[in-house]
């Protein structure tokens, strides 16, 4: 739904989509991700799990660290990502992982998705990924201005000192558009639904006769 909506946008607001919606000032590159898929989800409260998965695609991340056993690359096939579903809490937890040391996991660091699945976001951010060498966090950055993220500030956490994030709404005008959109395709669904009804409904009356 969240990439059908942005297509349904005109060229001129796509390209205005590029400039940024919300605007993300991160003070550390995992509290900048984790602002980033906050910033996601304020923009696109209506997608689903699957839906954010395409939007933050597992490769931008594809890795986790060497210096902590984890479910993921390199220790595994699987990859890292941006996003995980919390259950994978129980996956850690059979296999005598902590979990907080791979993804933030405190309170109102823990995201729901529209089909009500929550979903944790990775900690680890690599300048010079384990995997493919490249900077995850600068990828991550480059990938979500499509959809209106913009990160303005990236700084260095100061040693002892919890990174956090500040996200500021920049297009309200665009926003108000993308939630008309999202409520005319969920609309049109509706009316979808509503015709197949109708023709069921009459076929059935016809073949009474």
Same mark, same amino acid.
């Not at 839906?51 to 991340?61: F, R």
């Not at 009316?191 to 009356?205: E, P, Q, S």
């Given at each position: 739904?969240?990439?059908?909506? !942005?297509?349904?946008?005109?060229?001129? +607001? &796509?390209?205005?989509?590029?400039?940024?919606?919300? =605007?993300?000032?991160?003070?550390?590159?995992? &509290?900048?991700?984790?602002?980033?898929? +906050?910033?996601?989800?304020?923009?696109?409260?209506?997608?689903?799990?699957?839906? @954010?998965? =395409?939007?933050?695609?597992?490769?931008?991340? *594809?890795?986790? *660290?060497?210096?902590?056993?984890?479910?993921?690359? *390199?220790?595994? +096939? #699987?990859? $890292?990502?941006?996003?995980? *579903? /919390?259950?994978? #809490?129980?996956?850690?937890?059979?296999?005598? /992982?902590?979990?907080?040391?791979?993804?933030?996991?405190?309170?109102?660091?823990?995201?729901?998705?529209?089909? %009500?699945?929550?979903?944790?976001?990775? #900690?680890?951010?690599?300048?010079? +990924?384990?995997?493919?060498?490249?900077?995850? !966090?600068?990828?991550?950055?480059?990938?979500?201005?499509?959809?209106?993220? &913009?990160?303005?500030?990236?700084? &260095?956490?100061?040693?002892?000192?919890? %990174?956090? $994030?500040?996200? =500021? @709404?920049?297009?309200? =005008?665009?926003?108000? @558009?993308?939630?008309?959109?999202?409520?005319?395709?969920?609309?049109?669904?509706?009316? !979808? /639904?509503?015709?197949?009804?109708?023709?069921? %409904?009459?076929?059935?009356?016809?073949?009474?006769?």
């Amino acid at each position: 739904m969240s990439l059908k909506l !942005i297509n349904k946008l005109s060229d001129k +607001d &796509r390209n205005s989509l590029k400039n940024g919606v919300f =605007e993300v000032t991160g003070k550390a590159m995992n &509290r900048t991700a984790l602002g980033i898929v +906050d910033a996601m989800i304020n923009l696109y409260p209506k997608a689903t799990f699957e839906e @954010l998965k =395409e939007m933050l695609p597992d490769t931008l991340n *594809p890795s986790a *660290p060497v210096n902590y056993k984890s479910l993921f690359k *390199p220790y595994s +096939d #699987r990859n $890292y990502g941006v996003i995980q *579903p /919390l259950s994978i #809490r129980k996956e850690c937890e059979e296999q005598g /992982l902590d979990i907080n040391a791979s993804h933030f996991t405190d309170a109102g660091e823990v995201f729901k998705s529209a089909d %009500g699945i929550e979903f944790i976001v990775s #900690r680890s951010w690599e300048s010079k +990924d384990t995997e493919i060498g490249e900077n995850d !966090i600068q990828n991550l950055i480059n990938h979500v201005s499509q959809y209106g993220v &913009r990160v303005v500030q990236v700084e &260095r956490k100061e040693a002892f000192n919890k %990174g956090h $994030y500040n996200l =500021e @709404l920049i297009n309200n =005008e665009l926003k108000n @558009l993308l939630e008309k959109k999202s409520g005319e395709s969920k609309l049109q669904w509706w009316m !979808i /639904l509503l015709l197949i009804a109708i023709a069921v %409904g009459l076929y059935f009356i016809a073949t009474k006769k």
